[in-house]
Structures are given as C-alpha cells and as structure tokens.
C-alpha cells in the first residue's frame, strides 16, 4: 500500500477547494481496509474514506489524518430466478458504469438514477435518488468493515436505517462503517408507469408508451444534462442542499402565503418542499455569491465559478440558507458531506 503525503484534497473533490490531507492511499480489498485502519489507530490518527469526492466538501484546513480512497472492484451475480437477479458490487465501482450495465442486462430499478458521478459504495450513504427511485428500494445489503471491533460483517438494508437522504452511515454510525460491497436485487421486469412527475411529463410531451430501462437510462441523462453541470468540468456537488422537511402544522401557513408553493406528502405524513423552488423564489437563482454562483438551471447547485477557499463556499451557503429562513421560515440544510 503506497501511502502519499500532503496531498490537495481539491484535487479530489468536485468542487474544488480545500486544503492538504496530511496522507492518502488507495484500498483495493477489504484487508487493506482494515490494514490502514489499524495503522491509523496505531498512530492515533483520524480516517476518511473518499469514493468519487462528488458528494464530500473539504475545508480549508485540510485532513490532518489519513484519506484512503476506495478502489475495491467487483461485479458478481450471486442469485438469479424468473422474476430477479441479485448481484454484488464493490465498493469502488463507478456508479454509472454499474447503471449501464444492469441496463444492459434488460434490469430493473436502479436505471433511473442513472448519471450520478461517484462510487457504488457511497450510494447508501445518502441513499442517493433521482427521478422516483433511491438505493433502499432495491438495496438487499452492504458488506462493511466494523473499525471498531474491527471485523467483517452484513448489515441488512433494514440495519440502515435509511430516510430520505439519510443512513445510519451519515448520522448514528457516522465514521464506523466502511463500506466494501453493496448487494441489489433487481428485477427482470421492465418500469411501469406512472413516473416521477419530470420523467413521466417528458414521456407525455413525446408521446411515449414503451418504457424500457434503457428508454428510462437515455431520458433521465438526457434531463439530467440540462439541469446539472457536469462536475468533470464545473465544479459542483450536484444538489447542494436537501429538500426541507416539514410538518403538517406549517404547510397551512406557508399555502396561505405562496399559494403555489409545489409540496410533496410522505409516506409518514410530513411534507417535502423543493428546495431549489425556495432558493429561486427568494431571488437567487443565478445569483454570484463569493465566487460561488447559484447555478441558472437549477437554484438547488452550486457551481464554483471563482471561490478560492471553503470559507468563500461557507459564506455562500449562510446567506441563502438566511434568506430562505427569512423568507419563508423553512431551514434548509446542506446535503454534502464534511471531511
Ligand atoms: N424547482 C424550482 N427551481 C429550481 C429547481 C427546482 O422551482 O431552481 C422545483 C421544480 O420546478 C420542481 C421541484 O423543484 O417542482 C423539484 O425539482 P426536481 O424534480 O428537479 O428535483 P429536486 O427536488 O430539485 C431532487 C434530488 C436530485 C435528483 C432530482 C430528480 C435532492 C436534494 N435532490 O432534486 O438529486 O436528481 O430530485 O429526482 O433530493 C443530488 O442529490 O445531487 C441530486 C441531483
């Protein structure tokens, strides 16, 4: 295991600013992750884990411990039937190179989170979603490294606890779990309709009838490219805060207010808001705050036009997470991760 020393971690992080991490490495199995976790004990310093750095902000003052990035590779079925297949993925995976695979494979349930940048491994994380689907729906279960027993094991999708856009790996067990492999089980039968209300007014708009994954794949890239930068070459996170959560009681007052405020109910009875819908309806979209401009297709990113530090980006986010509370009394908060 080579391990490199002061390295910028904005070269490894899609938006682009941050300071040094003091070492990084690569892991490629699942002993190497327990090798550099012990070392990392044994010299009582922090550890990061980095997938694709498309979902993780690094601050100015960098990582005074060791960043070891995910490499571990594999893609194995390991049952098949009439109505589904399951298969393992490594951690280190190419997200969409997963999709488009599984697509290929004439499968289903993971297509229309097709185009997201990162790792395989990082998608329960978060429980990523786009576009009517999230990991959790077709998620069976994560190999992971316990680095406090430090050993081996399976949590079941109901061990992660996931929310929206939420898991035991960003909140309760924060830092304990690093995850190797996910295992999806995913179904030979083709999308049915209705869609997500951006995918299913596209289908409408073209007068489509046949959905196949890979119909759904092509559309989804195809909206996708015209609401989000391409962190390859702008640099953003993609959605840069969650969408608010709020209770029943405040939707009466926020209606009274903004009749046309778009709400979505969930399952347990609370309401999601758009984010980008307040962001924009409070004036910010498009907007150039400390080099950090609040992209024009979609309030939700923000883009790093000219930012030189995470004190620029900090400053940013502050203000427009103000604005929205002063306006519309919604917190809104951010989605990246820290390191
Ligand atoms: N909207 C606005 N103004 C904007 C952006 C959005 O009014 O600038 C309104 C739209 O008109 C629509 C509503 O907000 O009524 C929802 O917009 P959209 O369907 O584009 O989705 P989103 O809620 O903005 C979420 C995810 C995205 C995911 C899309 C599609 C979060 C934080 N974001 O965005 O995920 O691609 O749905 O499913 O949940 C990401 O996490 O990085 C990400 C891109």
Redo the contacts with the bound molecule.
Sequence with gaps: MDIHTNIPLKNFTTMKLGGNARFMTEVRTPQEVADVYNSAKAQSLPMFILGGGS?VIARDEGFNGIVARMRIEGFDIIADDAASTTIRIGAGENWDSVVKRTVEMGLSGIEAMSG?PGTAGATPVQN?????QEIADTLISVDAYDSITNTFGVLSAADCNFT??DSIFRSDAKGRYVITAITLKLSKNQPQPPF???LQKYFDEHNMHIFTSQIIRDIVIQI?NS??PNPATTPN???F???AIIDKWQVDGLKAINPNI?MYEMADGTYKI????L???CGL?GQLLHGVRVYEN????LVNESATSYLDLEMARNEIINKVRDTFRVQIEQ?PLEI
Excluded: Q
């Design positions: 979902n997201i990523v979603g786009a576009y009517g929206y856009r997500y209300e951006a996708r609401k989000l996170t993609g959605s805060f969650k969408n778009p758009p984010a980008g819908w962001i924009e309806n979209k979609n309030a939700l990113v989605e």
